[in-house]
């Protein structure tokens, strides 16, 4: 049977290695300095930046097809959301979820009227830049939550948001690896037509192998049920997030999802490196909360 995935391209290779080693050692370093005062606040300034090149993304990608999303409504709506979750604490709420969205409607739609030089796409226009605020707002706002949980243990937030990027990242990996060498089997040809059922299975099998780790080193406190739970939910959304990535590039006809914008060196774009993480916070956050008592 032909194979769904290239074979392994090392020179790229040696580009994704570099670039992720630069970000790990800034991210593990953020990570080890948790609990000071200002880290809470460099982790925002990274997310809000995230959402700018995320967003940006978006509407180069709605462009492509002849849309006009506003970048500047989607990223403050966005950051509107990443507001609500940096402010809350407790049964504190300064920025509720429905002044977010109040100022959304207000901003997005009204907006429009005087700043939309395409009002015939006016519906899809609005709709897309809606997406973009909810996708990159909610999902890389619960990173920040979660960055800001507190538990038993010392550093509770970056435990949890190491653990999220090693589950994932462990996952991308061997789906990469497994699906290059072994991949027989489409997942989603009309999709994605490289990923392979045999990537996918090395996917969970990655994060098994990352929320086994996570148990052993900074999270002792995850019991077995925890590990497998957590690879498998982490797992399954994550992969299911790409896919919905790769189906707006390919509605789009582009390739990454910068579409001609900057990329992150053999990356792609910032949509390309948070499609998974965008919906596994959720999941994580989902599961602490109802399974593990967070508030």
């Keep these: 049977m032909e194979r769904t995935t290239p074979k392994v391209d090392t020179k790229n290779m040696t580009v994704r290695v570099t670039t992720a080693l630069v970000f790990g050692v800034f991210f593990f370093s953020l990570l080890w300095f ?12 990274v997310m809000a930046g995230a959402i700018v090149m995320g967003m940006r993304e ?6 492509a097809r002849g849309f006009n999303p506003s970048l500047v409504a989607g990223v403050l709506v966005a950051w509107g959301f990443l507001g609500h979750f940096f402010l809350s604490t407790g049964h504190q709420d300064p ?6 969205l109040g100022f959304g409607a207000f901003i997005i739609h009204f907006g429009a009227l005087f700043f939309d030089g395409k009002l015939e796409e006016a519906l899809p226009s609005q709709a897309i830049t809606w997406l973009g605020a909810l996708y990159l707002g909610l999902g890389l706002g619960l990173q920040l939550k979660l960055f800001t949980l507190q538990g038993s243990l010392p550093r509770t937030g970056s435990r949890l948001i190491l653990s999220l990027f090693i589950i994932t990242w462990f996952g991308d990996t061997a789906a990469y690896f497994v699906g ?21 299975f090395g996917n969970l099998g990655g994060n098994l192998l990352g929320a086994f780790l ?7 406190e ?11 939910l982490l797992g399954t959304v ?4 790409d896919l919905v990535e790769s189906t707006w590039k390919r509605s789009a006809g582009v390739k990454d999802s910068n579409a001609g914008g900057v990329s992150i060196p053999g990356h792609g774009g910032m949509l390309d490196r948070v499609d998974s993480l965008v919906f596994a916070a959720p999941a994580l956050y989902a599961y602490l909360h109802f399974v593990k008592g967070f508030n």
């Design 95 to 100: 920025l509720p979820l429905w002044l977010v």
């Design 180 to 200: 290059s060498f072994f991949g027989k089997h489409k997942l989603a040809p009309r999709v994605s037509p490289k990923k392979s059922w045999e990537g996918a």
């Design 58 to 63: 978006m509407t180069l990608i709605a462009r």
């Design 214 to 220: 996570m148990q052993v080193t900074v999270c002792p």
């Design 222 to 232: 995850w019991t077995a049920v925890d590990i497998v739970a957590l690879a498998l």
């Design 34 to 45: 948790g609990d000071q005062p200002w880290a809470p606040w460099t982790f925002l300034a």
């Design 238 to 241: 994550g992969q299911l997030g």
